[in-house]
């Protein structure tokens, strides 16, 4: 029997499921399948991710679609760009669409991520007022930033993607001033003191405002200005970069349960709940999805490419009839901006204070490699440990190499339960051409736990 499934978006999420499944087919057991996505935009497998890079002139936005609608319809995919689904029936297991068609299905997949939060303030409507979510905005913002008249920017958030923009406009001569509510940049993945050293790095490039907020931009049709409290500032692009919330208002209608983070609640198969039940037949994955932090063990969202990629896997066995499920979720993460990678996982110590969770933590300061080679570079390491136990749960790196391996590294150690003395006790590689003979994530640990 051919079993209909339909997967609602063509994000990191929806493209992820479908390239597994077609991975899946033609294994002589596979059930066969008659796969629809459909995705509102027009593009193919677009990577949201070099977003930042091709505005900062790595390559172009172009480079970034890595596949077209073709490559997936060549091998029999109902690949549907510029549909969107309006309505979803579970009882009668059809999707409605924009065009009025009904698609039934016997499996669907929702993966309809996430748009950006919008601060409701006056003139966000205005042109020259962007935000940076999709590919269509990404070439608007180059445009843009490719104009001649584009003098002064003014990026509202200090997350990651407004510090990789900013980086972006700084490069092309254009003065950047970035407004932050909280006291520093990446609140949500680094501790103020982590933060700080951030902060410090990038001070000769970007013109920081923290503590700030943005109450209006102002300008007849184009934005001019941008009023920061009682300040003034001139402002020919606007970038809103203040976060992203989970779209889930066709599931909602549909009467699927949305958690108190505000993504569709799932079990850990990654199906949905409606009422008391959980659907066997309609999953949810990516940014639109609640996940269960590893630590807190409370809900919370994690809107990575890297947690879509985890939770297509379960969702693509678990349709091709091999039981899977997703656990709960460290999201690590790791960026790069103007060279400096910064890198976080598990918990920073305000979410730990938040649950109550009594923490002993520790920071080093040291090299990447011996302190004779002349490439060396500084490394930074914060490490948090559980303090009855002395388990990791946390840990923060900035420095010029090694974040992305190190993070890696060390979401395996809290996975395992690692402790502060295993960390101490435990041999590691050493060639002074690549590392320290005493490496700073020891250096950490000790102090952290004074073993
Ligand atoms: C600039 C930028 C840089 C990033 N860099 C990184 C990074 O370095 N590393 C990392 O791990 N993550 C990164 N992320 C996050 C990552 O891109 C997202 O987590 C990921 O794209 C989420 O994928 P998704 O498919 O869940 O959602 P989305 O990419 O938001 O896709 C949602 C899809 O659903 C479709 N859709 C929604 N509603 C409907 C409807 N009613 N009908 C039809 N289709 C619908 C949309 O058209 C879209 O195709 C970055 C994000 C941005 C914006």
Not at 125 to 140: A, C, I, M
Not at 359 to 370: D, E, I, N, P, W
Not at 379 to 403: D, H, N, P, Y
Request: aromatic content about 6%; some cysteine.
């Amino acid at each position: 029997m051919v079993k209909k499934v339909v997967i609602v978006g063509g994000g990191a999420a929806g493209i992820d499921v479908l390239e597994l499944l077609l991975r899946g087919k033609g294994a002589a057991d596979a059930e066969e399948l008659e796969i629809t996505l459909l995705k509102k935009e027009h593009e193919g497998f677009f990577s949201m991710c070099g977003l930042p890079f091709a505005l900062q002139g790595l390559y172009q936005i172009k480079d970034l679609d890595l596949f077209e609608p073709e490559f997936y319809r060549a091998q029999g995919i109902e690949f549907r760009t510029g549909t969107e689904v309006t309505r979803i029936n579970l009882e009668e297991r059809y999707v409605h669409l924009d065009s009025g068609e009904d698609l039934s299905y016997d499996e669907l997949v929702i993966a309809t991520g996430s748009r950006p939060f919008i601060p409701p303030i006056e003139g966000t409507d205005l042109e020259g007022v962007y935000t940076l979510n999709t590919r269509e905005d990404g070439e608007k913002v180059d445009a843009a930033l490719h104009a001649e008249e584009t003098r002064n920017a003014v990026i509202i958030g200090a997350g990651w993607i407004g510090l990789q923009a900013a980086v972006a406009f700084s490069k092309r001569g254009i003065t950047t001033r970035v407004v932050e509510k909280l006291p520093y940049p990446l609140p949500a993945i680094l501790d103020a003191d982590i933060a700080s050293l951030v902060k410090k790095r990038l001070d000769k490039e970007i013109t920081f405002m923290f503590g700030r907020t943005v109450r209006a931009l102002r300008g007849a049709r184009h934005v001019k200005s941008v009023l920061v409290d009682n300040e003034e500032f001139p402002a020919d692009i606007v970038l809103i970069s203040a976060g992203v919330r989970p779209n889930v208002d066709l599931a909602r209608a549909a009467g699927i349960a949305i958690g108190e983070s505000g993504g569709i609640v799932t079990d850990p198969a990654l199906r949905v709940k409606k009422g008391n039940l959980y659907l066997a037949n309609v999953y949810a994955l990516g940014d639109c999805l609640e996940v269960i932090d590893a630590v807190t063990h409370h809900p919370r969202l994690s809107q990575l490419a890297s947690t879509a990629l985890i939770q297509a896997r379960v969702v693509a066995n678990n349709i091709r009839g091999i039981s899977s499920s997703y656990g709960p979720c460290l999201s690590p993460t790791v960026a790069t901006i103007s060279g400096l990678q910064i890198g976080s996982v598990g918990v920073i110590t305000e979410v730990a204070r938040r649950y109550g969770i009594p923490l002993k933590s520790g920071s080093a300061v040291k090299y990447t490699r011996a302190r004779f080679f002349p490439d060396r570079k500084l490394i930074v390491a914060k490490l948090l440990f559980e303090a009855r136990s002395q388990r990791l749960i946390g840990a923060q790196l900035i420095s010029e190499e090694t974040v992305a391996e190190r993070i890696n590294e060390l979401t395996l150690a809290i996975r395992a339960g690692i402790t502060a003395r295993d960390i101490w006790m435990r041999e590691r590689c050493f060639d002074p051409s690549l590392t320290m003979v005493e490496d700073v994530l020891v250096d950490a640990a000790l102090k952290a736990c004074h073993l």
